[in-house]
Each structure stands twice: as C-alpha cells, then as structure tokens.
C-alpha cells in the first residue's frame, strides 16, 4: 500500500506568490530551528506495545461474542479519536445495519457529551442485557464522564444485581490512580490502563481507543502498523522529508510570518468528517496558550463549497487551508448517460469522478486568489492509512508546540474550567 501523500506546493511563494506563499529563505530559517527537536514524544512507543494489544484483542474477542451493543462513556480525548476511526471504518450507518450485514458485530454509541434529551434518549432505547459499557477516563475525574457513569451503574445496578452489573463494565484509566481506578479494584471490574505519560488528546492508539474500536471489529493491528510507518518516516535525516515537520512548520509560518491564524481542514470525505473533530480538539487543545496558538475550523467538502468556500475565497486572507481527501472510494455509484443537455458533463460518470473534480477545482481556486492550500491525500480508507495519518497529526502537533515554545501536553485554560464546574455544582448541593 502507498503511504499518504502531502503536498506543501500550494502554501508556498512559487504557488501563490510572495505576500500569501512562503519564500524558502522563511522555511530555511524555521526548519533548522526544527532540526534541533528530538522527536522522542511519550505516545510514539505505543505502536510497539505488543502486550496491550493482545490483552485487548482477547477482550474485544469476548465483548463480541456476549454483546450486541458497545457504550462508550468519555468526552474529549477519550471519543473524538474514536469517533473518527468508526467514521472511517465501519460501514456508513453502521448502527442502521442488521446484525447479519454487521457480521455480528455490536452496535456503537459514543457518549461524549451529556445532553440530558440525547443521553436519556439513549438510556431508553439500548437493551441493557446485550450492552458492555466502557467507561474512560484517564484522571477519573472527568465531571461528565462520572455523571454518567453513576446513572448507567444504578441501572445495571437494578436489572442485573450487586453483583451482575460488574459484567457489563470494562474501565479505561489512570494504571494507579484516581476514583476510577480505585472503584475498578474495589468492584473487581475488568479495566484496562492509559499510559501515564500520554495525554487523553494523545491516546487514540492506546486502550483508550484500541479497546472499543478492536470490539466493533476495526483492524487495530493495521492502524498500528500505519502508525509505526509514519514513525518511521518522521525519523529520516533529511528534515524536508519529514511530513510532519513540514506540516507543522508551514502552519507556525502561515500563523506568526504570514498573519494566518486559521487553520481550516476541509475533508473531501464523509468518512474523514470526524477526523477533523479530532484535529480540532488536538490542535487547539494542544497550541492555545500563552496567547499563542492557531484556531482550527472544520469544514467539509462539498457541502461547505456551498457555504463556506465564499468567505475563504474573497474574505481576509487570513488562513491556511488543508484539503483532506482518499484516492480510492471503496464504492463506484455511476451517473446515468441519460441526462440533460445542459448536464452532458455527467453522464456516464462516476461520483467519485465528481468529487475528486470537485476537490481538484477548489484547490485551484483557492491558489489563483493567493489563497494557501496544502492537500493531504490517503491511497485508500484503510486502518493502516488512518493510523499513519493519526500519528503523522500527532507527531505535527507535538513539533509545532515546540516551535512556539510552549508545552503541547498540557490543558491548564481546560483544567480550570473543570475547577470552576465543581465548585459551582457543590455550592449549588449544599
């Protein structure tokens, strides 16, 4: 399988011209300052975790075989990366599909958020004897995840007893501490560990993702093998060569050379919607600080041609496009020839045709108004492509912080917020 491919050319000075593109003396200058970053970052041994995935392998193995469904509690870093794996590997409408079509695999339902009406709604429609929840979080102090995890507790609690509602529930966290861990040991619950030194927006290709996405049958041993490619390739001498470096240093240009401090990824596939959820989360979470920091913004292709795409085009030029799409769909559905004169262009084509044209056009209109682009292309949806392209967006997140100067690993404006919200909620009860 080819690896994924990025092209830079659209974000630089021969592409775009001077004023928007970046000239190769400003790429010389942040790249030797890059040069001096060790990539030795905490989540690039977990490809090589051989024992983890073994364990999880053994679990998902029995998860199929006793349950129908698969709830996942946890919010942030503990769903996004795992919304967008199902989004990307498991069939659309998956949780439409009868058991049959899904080869008898669980349904999925990612909670990550508390929304009384959606998460209520839920609770009632989910045949709690087919159920396995998985419970994540890795401090186990996380406000949202815990509230719903009570609320699922007392009811497993009434239909299956003290102790049959132990079998329901697998718990991802912190290997020594926090209440998570402590209720696993008190309760004899099943539970597996995040890596004390990789951070929730770093765990996807931990227990944290690898668990539950191993239990709705996605391929977890093709996104490592994707993920420990793209290790690889970010270890190359020549830092050009690099994709994530490169990435991540034409983005820190974009934002602090060329007055670019948006960054929009724009996904020319449904099945990489989440994926730019993710991205979201990491780049923010991950570079918003010190007053420092690019936004990053979702879009989608070619629904935002419809609406955003006119304010990227003629609005302030003051962002940094990635237009993200797959070479190869995995389904042809063809355009009848029997259309109107006026559509003969469509006939006898093939979607795919149409949106790759769609794609094409827009990353041209965007270069013709100076506009920066880069383009992101995966050979095919696969667990492997995805795993190289989590790991390369990790590895880029990671360098860039370091170009900032500031620590990518922490979330102290996030941690606040959570202080805030135990206080208010224990004035309010007392």
């Known amino acids: ?26 790429l010389e200058a942040v790249l030797n300052k890059a040069r001096d970053i060790k990539i030795d970052f905490p989540f690039l041994k977990l490809p090589q975790d051989k024992k983890t995935v073994a364990d999880i392998q053994k679990t998902a193995e029995s998860v199929r075989c006793k349950f129908h469904n698969m709830v996942v509690l946890g919010i942030g870093g503990s769903a996004l990366g795992l919304r967008s794996l199902a989004q990307a590997l498991l069939p659309p409408y998956f949780n439409l599909l009868d058991s049959k079509s899904r080869i008898g695999l669980p349904k999925l339902f990612v ?7 959606y998460f209520g709604a839920m609770l009632k429609i989910i045949d709690w004897r087919e159920t396995c929840v998985n419970v994540i979080s890795k401090s ?19 239909k299956f007893g003290v102790r049959g509602w132990k079998d329901h529930v697998i718990i991802t966290t912190d290997a020594t501490s926090g209440p998570l861990r402590a209720i696993a040991q008190q309760e004899g619950i099943q539970s597996f560990s995040v890596p004390q030194d990789v951070g929730g927006r770093f765990s996807v290709l931990s227990s944290v993702g690898l668990l539950p996405a191993a239990c709705v049958g996605i391929d977890i041993n093709g996104l490592l093998v994707g993920a420990a490619d793209m290790v690889e390739r970010c270890k190359t001498s020549s830092i050009e060569e690099n994709p994530a470096v490169m990435n991540g240093s034409i983005h820190y240009l974009m934002d602090v050379a060329k007055k670019k401090p948006i960054s929009i990824m724009m996904s020319y596939s449904d099945s990489l919607s989440f994926f730019s959820d993710w991205y979201a989360q990491l780049w923010a979470e991950s570079l918003g600080k010190n007053g420092l920091g690019p936004t990053p913004i979702k879009a989608t292709g070619v629904t935002d041609q419809h609406s955003q795409l ?31 004169k006026e559509f003969s262009y469509l006939a006898g084509r093939d979607l795919g045709e149409v949106i ?6 827009t990353v041209k209109a965007l270069q013709q108004v100076g506009r920066p682009v880069i383009g992101v292309t995966l050979p095919e949806m696969s667990a492997r492509s995805m795993g190289e392209l989590l790991m390369m967006y990790q590895i880029q997140t990671a360098v860039t912080g370091k170009l900032y100067g500031i620590n990518p690993f922490d979330q102290p404006g996030v941690e606040l917020g959570k202080k805030l919200t135990r206080e208010l909620l224990s004035k309010s009860s007392a």
């Open 111 to 117: 909670c990550d958020n508390i929304d009384p009406d």
């Open 1 to 26: 399988m080819h690896p994924i491919k990025i092209d830079f050319s659209g974000a630089l000075e021969g592409a775009i011209g001077k004023e928007s593109g970046i000239t190769p003396s400003e």
């Open 140 to 158: 186990g102090k996380t406000t949202e995840t815990m509230a719903q995890f009570y609320i699922i507790r007392d009811i497993l609690n009434k």
């Open 356 to 361: 790759h044209a769609e794609q094409t056009s």
């Open 310 to 340: 006119q304010l990227y085009m003629e609005g302030p030029n003051n962002k940094i496009l990635t237009i993200l799409g797959v070479e190869k769909f995995k389904t042809q559905v063809p355009i009848p020839t029997n259309v109107s």
